[in-house]
């Protein structure tokens, strides 16, 4: 970044709380008390994020009267749950491009799913009461660049002959700046119903509060330390205590597998986001915005923004940072490089709000995998299932990734483990210092590509030919 840009944005940023926005909140529930002895269940969750939270509240839904106990290592909703940009959204395959890549022949099945998916969501938010600011206004992706507007439209031309343009708008320039009003936008396509906003913290403290009045044991400050058969069931070891269940479900995503042979399946990739001050109604009125939708640009280092309940605007994306080794490490939470460079994007798209300071910044690590959406299997025999690789989009995808989890357990055969997508696996990662290196050439030629009309170089195009391609 360029000094006299550096000491243009710095000052947005002096106010910022290095914490999560949303965390942020003195409504956050206390913890629950940590395990101490032994338990006893039919069904064990690991990890209370939204694939645990789910998958107990899901449990007890299809089994009133099974046992089911929940451990998280912290507090429910406290890792990516908690500080993700809030975008709920209908796919399950990470995108219709992503999903028409690697899925073409199941991927109207798949959206058909993803849909109630998220009705499904909608439904439960309402059932249990769980005041989470759910909005269902969709999301428009941008196009900045004139490749993108004809990408935009290559893809709704897609959807529209497979049948899936339903609820889909293209927008040209001035179409898009009349819903929110940058310099920057050249166009965008709308997905009206298949994206909903909401606060995601609140989403977890509320589904926790569900399992708990449901009869779900949640014992917090509480990490899975070690998983063993034990019986005809399984036993996990934990800091102060064992929990002995029939069946075990994982839901850890970005922290290491209870079963170590997953591991190699997920890599940690940090994450950051600013959230600014509340808009005055001027601020808002510059810049529009009356249907609050989610937004995305086109790009392969792309941004996500959307309006807060209060009319912030929560900045995320762009940088993409892999740590050597696969090692998180609690100093790439924050990161200031990326912060003021986030800062500086977000003025260039927005320049009516110069004078705006941001409120919050903060990052954080989430599980991605090779074909950037979730993967299911089992282990130990069918007493353990887990569902990982949801690669940043997982506040929807979750609920679809607990049902599978409960399917796979019961040993039942159903619509949705019969999937193609359900039943085989991405390709893992290499060891170290080949993961480092195949990353860090990707991360550099997806930048050249923005930079260049979207051509792909011969790296971008062999990643394509394997089935390992990303474009957004």
């Not at 899901?58 to 106990?69: M, S």
């Not at 491009?97 to 969501?121: C, F, M, Q, S, V």
């Not at 709000?353 to 025999?381: N, V, Y």
């Not at 940043?392 to 409960?406: I, Q, S």
Request: glycine share 12%; charged share 25%; net charge neutral.
């Amino acid at each position: 970044m360029a000094a006299a840009a550096m000491r243009t944005v710095a000052p947005s940023l002096m106010d910022a709380q290095p914490v999560p926005f949303w965390l942020d909140d003195p409504g956050k529930p206390g913890a629950l008390p940590a395990l101490t002895g032994t338990e006893h269940c039919d069904l064990l969750v690991v990890g209370g994020g939204y694939s645990g939270l789910w998958t107990a509240l899901l449990a007890k839904e299809r089994d009133p009267g099974r046992d089911v106990v929940l451990i998280e290592g912290r507090e429910a909703g406290w890792a990516a749950s908690g500080r993700n940009g809030g975008f709920c959204a209908a796919s399950l395959t990470h995108g219709f491009g992503n999903g028409l890549a690697r899925w073409p022949d199941e991927l109207a099945r798949l959206e058909e799913l993803g849909g109630k998916n998220l009705d499904a969501i909608e439904a439960a938010v309402a059932t249990y009461g769980i005041d989470c600011d759910f909005e269902r206004t969709g999301e428009i992706d941008v196009a900045t660049q004139p490749h993108q507007m004809a990408e935009l439209k290559e893809m709704h031309e897609a959807a529209d002959r497979l049948g899936l343009a339903d609820g889909l708008e293209l927008l040209d320039r001035d179409a898009v700046r009349a819903q929110v009003d940058s310099p920057t936008f050249l166009g965008g396509l709308w997905d009206r119903r298949g994206v909903a906003m909401l606060n995601p913290a609140k989403l977890a403290w509320g589904l926790k509060r569900a399992c708990v009045e449901r009869g779900v044991r949640i014992y917090e400050n509480t990490r899975g330390l070690e998983l063993a058969r034990a019986g005809a069931g399984m036993a996990v070891r934990t800091p102060y205590g064992r929990v002995f269940a029939r069946h075990v479900a994982l839901g850890t995503n970005v922290f290491p597998s209870l079963v170590k042979r997953v591991r190699p399946y997920t890599v940690p990739v940090y994450d950051y986001a600013l959230m600014t001050e509340p808009l005055t109604d001027e601020q808002l009125e510059s810049i529009g915005w009356k249907n609050r939708q989610g937004l995305g640009d086109s790009a392969n280092q792309f941004h996500y923004f959307r309006l807060s309940a209060d009319n912030r605007v929560l900045w995320g994306g762009y940088d993409a940072v892999y740590p050597f080794g696969g090692r998180m490490r609690a100093e790439l939470d924050h990161r200031p490089e990326t912060y003021l460079k986030l800062a500086e994007h977000f003025f260039r798209c927005f320049p009516q709000l110069e004078g705006l300071r941001f409120s919050h910044a903060w990052g954080g690590a989430i599980d991605t995998c090779s074909r950037f959406s979730a993967f299911f299997g089992t282990a130990h025999r069918g007493r353990v299932a887990y569902a990982a690789g949801f690669t940043g989009l997982g506040v929807g995808a979750t609920r679809f990734g607990a049902e599978v989890m409960l399917d796979l357990l019961s040993g039942e055969r159903t619509e949705r483990t019969e999937l193609t997508m359900v039943r085989s696996k991405p390709l893992p990662f290499p060891p170290e210092p080949i993961a480092w290196a195949g990353i860090g050439l990707t991360t550099w030629s997806l930048a050249r590509a923005d930079a260049h009309g979207g051509r792909r170089n011969l790296w971008l195009r062999t990643l394509d030919r394997l089935g390992l391609g990303f474009d957004s």
